[in-house]
């Protein structure tokens, strides 16, 4: 059976599986922000139709000096994609019969993008419980390697690396020659202190992705942007279509930045949520891993009843995300995405009925 390598387009989900779509789904197997799109997106799209006619800007502005401001960076440290998976290939195309370690598990894109781009992975697996990382056999294999991928916060487990643990292993990257690379596709779910962005300046072999579909819920339309210094953003500028990011993307990615209050709400939002499902989930004899991101990752009392329960929740309108494709969760594990009352309080219901069929 096969299962579909990435979360969301829930239609070709059951497709896939040949089950039938019931009436009401809630797709709680995506990370898109719940709230949607700010309000004053909304507001601004009749005038974004003058947008249409109209090739994007060269330098991807309005977008680009915005980022620069928001970060304190020069525009050259800074490179917008029409979503972050594009940076992603871009990046990975520069590592081309280069090894690459990985810390698994984390988002199955970066062995796809690398694999595709004739690198090599050292795969480490961590242990999801373990409040520390393997920093030996990470050190060790930096030795031979060209660049260390780091999601933080870390899409599925929802974990925070400590910035001070970041830095230390920034740091002997640079003895070893090893590029880092940190994606922060879901840093804005988090405290921006967080952040290695304010770092960059001083480490020439780092590079942070930054995600705007998430908080925004700007899937649709894509937007993701890179921070590095100036040689690897011309690299990864020259291996970029012109006018890769459309011209609606960078107004309204221009607007999203000025929406501290929405930011603030949806943080609250997603922590209110986390809370209540950890605890049931917990409650229930689940494993529920300390997230800090806008989904939370889970494993039941009996793991090898995962799958049983996985097409029992799509039977009945529930979506979560498969673990499958996971190097080091093997399908043992569940995602779900923090939505609105209705879709978790679908969820539990749903979960109390199964819980009966035991
Ligand atoms: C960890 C991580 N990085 C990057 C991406 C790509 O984000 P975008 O939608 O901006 O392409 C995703 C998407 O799910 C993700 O989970």
């Known amino acids: 059976m096969a299962f579909p390598i990435h979360g969301a387009n829930y239609e070709a989900l059951y497709k ?42 060269p330098e991807a502005e309005p977008l680009h000096s915005q980022l620069a401001m928001t970060h304190q960076l020069l525009n050259e440290q800074i490179v917008i994609g029409n979503g972050a998976a594009e940076l992603l290939s871009t990046y990975a195309n520069l590592f081309s019969g280069k090894k690459v370690i990985l810390l698994h598990p984390t988002f199955s894109e970066y062995k796809e993008t690398l694999t595709s781009a004739g690198a090599t992975c050292i795969d480490i697996i961590t242990d999801v419980h373990a409040h520390e990382l393997p920093l030996e056999k990470i050190n060790a294999a930096m030795k031979i390697a060209s660049c260390l991928y780091i999601c933080n916060p870390n899409n599925p487990t929802g974990k925070l690396l400590e910035l001070d643990v970041l830095l230390s292993l920034i740091q002997t990257a640079r003895q070893q020659q090893c590029h ?52 690897t953003i011309t690299r990864i500028k020259q291996k970029l279509p012109h006018w890769n990011v459309n011209a609606l993307a960078l107004s309204i990615g221009a607007q999203c930045l000025q929406e501290h209050t929405f930011r603030k709400r949806s943080i609250d939002v997603s922590k209110t949520q ?21 989904f939370v990752c889970f494993q039941l009392a009996q793991p090898e009843k995962t799958r049983e329960f996985y097409f029992y929740c799509l039977t009945n309108g529930i979506v979560l995300r498969h ?19 209705e879709a978790m309080k679908a969820f539990q219901s749903i979960y109390l009925k199964w819980v009966v069929t035991l």
């Not at 779509?21 to 799109?37: A, H, K, M, Q, Y």
């Not at 209540?276 to 800090?292: A, K, M, P």
Request: aromatic share 10%; proline share 5%.
């Open 323 to 341: 673990t499958e494709n996971y190097v080091g969760l093997n399908g043992q594990w569940l995602r779900i995405g923090l939505k609105k009352d």
């Open 16 to 57: 896939n599986f040949d089950l039938p779509l019931p009436t009401n789904v809630f797709d709680l197997s995506e990370n898109v922000n719940c709230l949607g799109t700010p309000d004053s997106v909304h507001q601004m799209w009749p005038h974004l139709f003058s947008e249409l006619t109209r090739y994007p800007h």
């Open 274 to 294: 986390r809370m209540n499902i950890t605890q049931f989930l917990r409650e229930h004899g689940c494993i529920v891993l300390d997230s800090v991101a806008n």
């Open 180 to 231: 880092v690379l940190i994606d922060e596709a879901f840093m804005d779910w988090t405290d921006e202190r967080n952040s290695v962005i304010p770092y960059v300046a001083q480490f020439e072999h780092v590079t942070v992705m930054r995600s705007m579909t998430k908080m925004y819920a700007l899937a649709g339309i894509r937007l993701g942007y890179m921070v590095s210094h100036p040689i």
